[in-house]
């Protein structure tokens, strides 16, 4: 997962799953160690060092507490039980666009040339005792909810690799629309092949 932020609550039906998200704290350093597992981190360029952990839980705080940044990141809270899930989150990303009807929140070039787009990202991390019960489609609508709410960008994207079928499988049940598969660099240095998933803030219940 990359970078997120915010303040509030939310609730979400996904499947089976019943879910509260709740805004990242100083607390949740546990569940961060918790999700860099090898098995979860497979498709992520594997586990991270102490260090990276402690610099991405600073940066979650950060971002949990400024009400001026766009997105939020959140602890998965699975009800009734009341227990903690996994964590996702929303956040601003620049993406570059060629698409002339894309143009909502479009910088442009000096030229008049259409150069790039902020749209919300998102992306989650479910526990191994919590998978397969729809809490990560039910965090997932929670969260486009939220970023719906918010209202900064029209669009939520999802990035998840092209080998990551339970990921994938989220996105299609929380209605996003497969556009197209590209290729990142993440972790820094290693490529990675990923599905482009987007959802329409604009539409009502999308």
């Not at 594997?46 to 001026?68: K, V």
């Not at 143009?103 to 998102?122: I, K, L, M, Q, W």
């Not at 909810?145 to 929380?174: D, I, M, Q, W």
């Amino acid at each position: 997962m990359d970078d997120e932020s915010g303040n509030g609550h939310g609730h979400g039906h996904g499947g089976s799953g019943t879910v509260r998200i709740e805004p990242w704290s100083e607390a949740d350093f546990w569940l961060l160690r918790a999700m860099n597992a090898p098995e979860l981190m497979e498709h992520l360029g594997g586990p991270e060092t102490e260090q990276q952990l402690a610099a991405r839980q600073l940066r979650y705080e950060r971002l949990s507490a400024d009400p001026d940044s766009a997105g939020c990141m959140f602890r998965i809270v699975l009800l009734p039980e009341e227990k903690t899930a996994g964590a996702i989150g929303f956040w601003e990303h620049v993406e570059d666009t060629e698409d002339p009807e894309d143009t909502e929140g479009t910088s442009r070039s000096a030229d008049g040339s259409t150069g790039s787009v902020s749209v919300y990202e998102t992306g989650w991390t479910v526990l191994p005792g919590f998978q397969g019960r729809g809490v990560a489609t039910a965090a997932t609508l929670a969260v486009a909810e939220r970023a719906r709410t918010e209202g900064r960008f029209r669009y939520l994207h999802a990035y998840p690799s092209t080998e990551n079928a339970p990921s994938n499988a989220v996105c299609r049940k929380a209605g996003f629309t497969l556009l197209t598969e590209r290729e990142f660099a993440y972790p820094p240095g290693r490529r990675m092949r990923c599905n482009d998933w987007r959802l329409d803030l604009t539409t009502p219940g999308s």
